[in-house]
């Protein structure tokens, strides 16, 4: 039960969001299990920031991490450190924004053993406009529709079951923003122009809130999804996204570490432990919609999702 000045530093956002929210918070931290031997894990963005040390957590405490980054010569240093650290981590070079890309990573992955759990971090803060080769803004690509791509593809592949959960790492950012398909499907050259990528990220930050309520809703792909946010951690997305931010900030921020925290918490319990309708904060799963006029209504869901069908079903 929280007290009053629990709940008052909370609903600061801003001594919650931090390091001293995250300290706070912790003292009622059980300890996670030294021993995940079994668990299989993939994990995209795993070669920084939090994906690397969800990653490097994981691998120590013997689960078998697949690792999922963009570049190879980047991700090097990091997948020799995890495979030193643990021999069964493997790495896979994956764009997460690029469906031809994700089509080919089901092909590369082992095919002997389920994938359990699925932590969707890769995720960035776009300085400028750009699209991927599907003619997709980056943003959507990334957090929407190359997450889903790849989910549609690993069930398709078998590779995942009821037993799988999949963690869409958010951001408390797309607490500010309303589901809008109208501002993250635009693909007129007005928004090209005038393109804002701490909008785009908030808008398809909030997108990942709602597509983990329609996958539960729906039974799609047959896993179980839970939703998170970090809280503010100091990364190098942060620092080279938000550099003004990151300056002001510099002294509270979370290390990526206990940014990554929740995200192992989930990946380390049993479905059954976890509830899914909201957003994982802090090992505590906390209400997605904290501003007033922000929750969508059902048709904006339905539209959403058959928006994504289409995109899906386009590219094959
Ligand atoms: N740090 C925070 O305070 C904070 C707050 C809220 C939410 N988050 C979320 O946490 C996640 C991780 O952020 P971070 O702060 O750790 O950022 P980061 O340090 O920039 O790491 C991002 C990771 O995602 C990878 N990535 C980006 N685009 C990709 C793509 N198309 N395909 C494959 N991998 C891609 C990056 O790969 P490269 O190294 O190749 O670029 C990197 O490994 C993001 O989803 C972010 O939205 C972070």
Redesign the pocket.
Known sequence: MRNIKDFLLDTSIYFS?DQSGFLRHAKSFEEIPQDLSGLNALI??????????TAKSLAMRNARVMM????KE??EE?YQTLKNINPLTQRYI?????LD?IAQLSIELPTSEKIHCII??????PQQYAQ?KQGLE?CL???II?PIALLKKLHKDQRIDQHTKNI??????GYTKKLDCAAMFDYSEERREKYDGMQA?AYT?RAQMVLNRIINEKALFDVRSYCM?????????????MPQFFDFTQQR??T?AQ??DTVIYLASRYQEDLDTDGIWFDRVLRNDYLLWGTKETQAQREEFFLRIEEILNTNG
């Open positions: 969001f995209t963005g795993a070669n920084a920031g939090i994906g690397y040390e999922l980054c963009r570049n980047k991700s990091a994956v764009d997460m924004s690029d890309s969707q971090n890769a995720g960035l803060m991927n980056t690509a990334t957090h190359g869409f790492v958010s951001s408390g950012g990220y930050k946010h970090p809280g503010w951690a100091s990364t190098d997305g942060v620092k080279n996204a921020l979370r990526p940014g990554a």
